[in-house]
């Protein structure tokens, strides 16, 4: 059972390039989720989806944009990266949103030079 | 702007005490409560989920909620050494309906048990 996962694991950017980072997860789950972590803070939340064909912003959903074609994808788009965007960024997943736990991908890593 | 604050830390506990973090939110309608444990370089992994006031048992973990004051905590007994992680409190806002799963978290606090 692999749950969510993400790719790639790690990735160095040049200012102004773009990036997408991949997430898939098999648990047949309807919401997902983009979140941030920058050093020493919580997690704050980029975009999410609440099935296929639905997506909103989070908090900081600037220099960002996604697509929900399947249940199981939800990719990140990253256009004219910004050292600004350095940061480990997950991607979650839950069954039935409110109240229930979500389950994260293991982390991209990004660093923008 | 709804927000999470934690004690950044680090709490420094010896082996087998009593660890206790604490959490307190703004939003006031909130409804579910999560305690994640993040490993360096790790994501986070769900250790307990509280719903209602009061406490809530598992295992050598124990959340308590107290909406009147908007605070929430996690106590660990007998701490070891393997709990030392970075402990993220996160809240499902309200949302006049559904928050659709959406968290918001706390910056976290840094644990660290010492033989």
Not at chain 1, 21 to 35: F, K, P, R, S, T
Request: proline share 5%; glycine share 10%.
């Amino acid at each position: 059972n692999a749950g969510v996962t993400q790719t790639p694991k790690f990735r160095i950017l040049k200012i102004g390039q773009s990036m997408t980072l991949q997430c898939a997860q098999d648990m047949n789950h309807n919401y997902m989720y983009w979140y941030r972590q920058d050093p020493g803070m919580g997690l704050k939340l980029i975009y999410y989806s609440v099935g296929a064909g639905i997506t909103d912003k989070g908090e900081v959903p600037n220099g960002y944009n996604v697509s929900r074609s399947t249940t199981e994808d939800f990719p990140l788009r990253l256009e004219l990266a910004a050292p600004s965007q350095t940061s480990v960024y997950f991607c979650a997943s839950s069954s039935r949103g409110q109240g229930t736990e979500a389950f994260f991908g293991q982390g991209t890593r990004l660093t923008v030079v | 702007q709804k927000e999470v604050e934690q004690n950044s830390g680090p709490l420094s506990v010896p082996e087998g005490a009593i660890a206790s973090l604490n959490c307190t939110y703004s939003d006031r309608g909130s409804q579910s409560f999560f305690w994640y444990r993040q490993y360096s370089g790790k994501s986070p992994e769900l250790i307990m989920f509280i719903y209602s006031n009061g406490d809530k048992e598992d295992g050598r973990f124990t959340a308590q909620l107290n909406k009147a004051s908007q605070y929430v905590s996690l106590l660990i007994r007998d701490s070891q050494p393997s709990d030392s992680a970075t402990y993220l409190c996160a809240v499902n806002p309200s949302a006049g309906g559904t928050s659709y799963g959406k968290l918001t978290f706390g910056q976290g606090t840094i644990l660290t048990v010492h033989p």
